[in-house]
């Protein structure tokens, strides 16, 4: 029923309670925010690795520097396959407010 919903860009901005766990890899922390896409249903994960390009609030493709207490910016990142989507893009098009992770995963000591 989930993959009806079609491919588009749907601005969400309502501020979204995901799941957060970080791994340690070898010196490097990897951020993983899990939860319920609010417009397609799916369920998805997004992994913020040490080399990944995060997107700041406000910013694009920038990477991000402090892992502050700002809302997070990111598209949905589900599997299913949401028509028309674009050869290159993942989930169903939404952009999504998250709430930050806790302090105590993000190094904040
Ligand atoms: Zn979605
Ligand atoms: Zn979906």
């Not at 491919?7 to 010196?27: C, I, K, M, P, S």
């Not at 406000?58 to 050869?87: N, V």
Request: with cysteine; net charge neutral; proline share 9%.
């Amino acid at each position: 029923m989930s993959s009806a919903t079609e491919y588009q860009h749907v601005r969400h901005d309502a501020l979204l309670t995901f799941q957060w766990t970080v791994q340690e890899n070898e010196g490097d922390r990897e951020l993983t925010a899990s939860g319920t896409c609010p417009v397609c249903g799916c369920a998805m994960t997004w992994r913020i690795g040490p080399t990944q390009t995060v997107i700041p609030k406000g910013g694009f493709l920038g990477r991000r520097e402090d892992l502050g207490p700002e809302p997070w910016k990111t598209s949905c990142r589900c599997e299913s396959y949401h028509q028309p989507r674009p050869a290159n893009a993942r989930g169903c098009g939404a952009w999504l407010t998250l709430a930050p992770p806790p302090a105590h995963l993000t190094g904040g000591s």
